[in-house]
Nanobody, 125 residues
Framework: QVQLAESGGGLVQAGGSLRLSCAAS????????MGWFRQAPGKERVFVAA????????YYADSVKGRFTISRDNAKNTVYLQMNSLKPEDTAVYYC??????????????????WGQGTQVTVSS
């Protein structure tokens, strides 16, 4: 059993930055893949970024590559999403997710079992 809690969302103007955090608790953080997903108004939830315990670099959706960076601090059981050069189309509820165990590549949404409640990110033009 893993519990996830997101924070860091808010309102920002286009071109600005936000840093989202996701604190995990309940079970060992090691071996789990952690990911960020988002759901914009009227659209389905989509993949944003992901990282595994042993990964130095994360994996990203093409829409955020070069602008967003995912990282994790295993000692703090926390995963982050640094979002730079934000665009109005980035507006969405951002969800943190975790797998139930080790994950093999390529990772998909089906690999994630635990989900946070989400944090709102709004980018104004």
């Amino acid at each position: 059993q893993v519990q996830l809690a997101e924070s860091g969302g808010g309102l920002v103007q286009a071109g600005g930055s936000l840093r989202l955090s996701c604190a995990a608790s309940g079970r060992t953080f090691s071996s789990y893949a952690m990911g960020w997903f988002r759901q914009a108004p009227g659209k389905e939830r989509v993949f944003v970024a992901a990282i595994r315990r042993s990964d130095r670099n994360g994996y990203y959706a093409d829409s955020v590559k070069g602008r967003f960076t995912i990282s994790r601090d295993n000692a703090k059981n926390t995963v982050y999403l640094q979002m730079n050069s934000l665009k109005p189309e980035d507006t969405a509820v951002y969800y943190c997710a975790a797998s139930s165990g080790p994950v093999k590549l390529p990772m998909t949404q089906d690999d994630y079992y635990y989900w946070g409640q989400g944090t709102q990110v709004t980018v104004s033009s």
